[in-house]
């Protein structure tokens, strides 16, 4: 049997619920802490992912992300790190804002945001390829600094699809054609000659409540 070489582990998840998710609002970098139930959530998640060999955690520097992370770390006994790479989607005027609210002031980039939203550069904002291109950028980093080992990402929505969009080679619009829940997990394998593969996407069964977002 021919050698594969090393393969490497990667844990995508995305950070507990927080206010921003409960009321319905646009999050970006809007810095909401976890509330109760994503409190509860990362405990779950933090559980259901000792022992699985975690020896890393790297986050993005929002506290939602962070708190979920440690909470994690902390279970597991692996290293932390925040990295900018993997910081929410920068979304402009639309930051903290109700979601019906935007798609009443701003319908034509609305439309853009439910159709295409590979398309969509909020005022003051991010586009999705710029999220994708830092986030994929970090994560290949990663990948090439610990071969073979296995290690968690822990971000946002809006960073996770794009991310899994590029590994996977999935063209635009990409976007709602991955679905990722509130303290949710996803496992990639990397391999040097193969890339990357997706082998679990968004595993929920450890959560009691979640919220799902469609839009």
Not at 55 to 60: C, H, K, S
Not at 142 to 148: A, K, M, N, S, Y
Request: net charge negative.
């Amino acid at each position: 049997m021919a050698e594969q070489g090393l393969r490497t582990t990667i844990f995508i998840v995305r950070h507990g619920e927080c206010a921003g998710n409960r009321e319905g609002l646009f999050r970006g970098r809007c810095d909401f802490p976890l509330n109760e139930t994503g409190i509860r959530q990362a405990e779950a998640l933090a559980l259901e992912l000792k022992g699985l060999g975690l020896t890393r955690i790297y986050t993005g520097p929002l506290a939602r992300a962070t708190e979920t992370a440690r909470i994690i770390a902390d279970a597991c006994g692996a290293d932390f790190e925040t990295r900018a790479g993997f910081n929410n989607m920068s979304l402009g005027e639309w930051e903290g804002r109700p979601k019906r609210e935007v798609m009443e002031e701003f319908p034509e980039e609305w439309s853009l945001w439910i159709e295409h939203p590979d398309r969509l550069h909020v005022p003051g904002g991010e586009s999705l390829p710029d999220v994708q291109r830092r986030a994929f950028s970090n994560l290949d980093h990663l990948v090439r600094t610990h071969p073979g080992e296995t290690f968690a990402v822990v971000s946002h929505r809006a960073v996770i699809k794009p991310l899994l969009a590029a590994c996977l080679g999935i063209a635009e619009p990409s976007f709602w054609k991955l679905h990722v829940d509130t303290a949710s997990y996803s496992i990639l394998v990397h391999e040097e000659k193969r890339g990357y593969c997706l082998t679990l996407l968004n595993q929920n069964k450890h959560l009691a409540e979640v919220i799902q977002e469609w839009v």
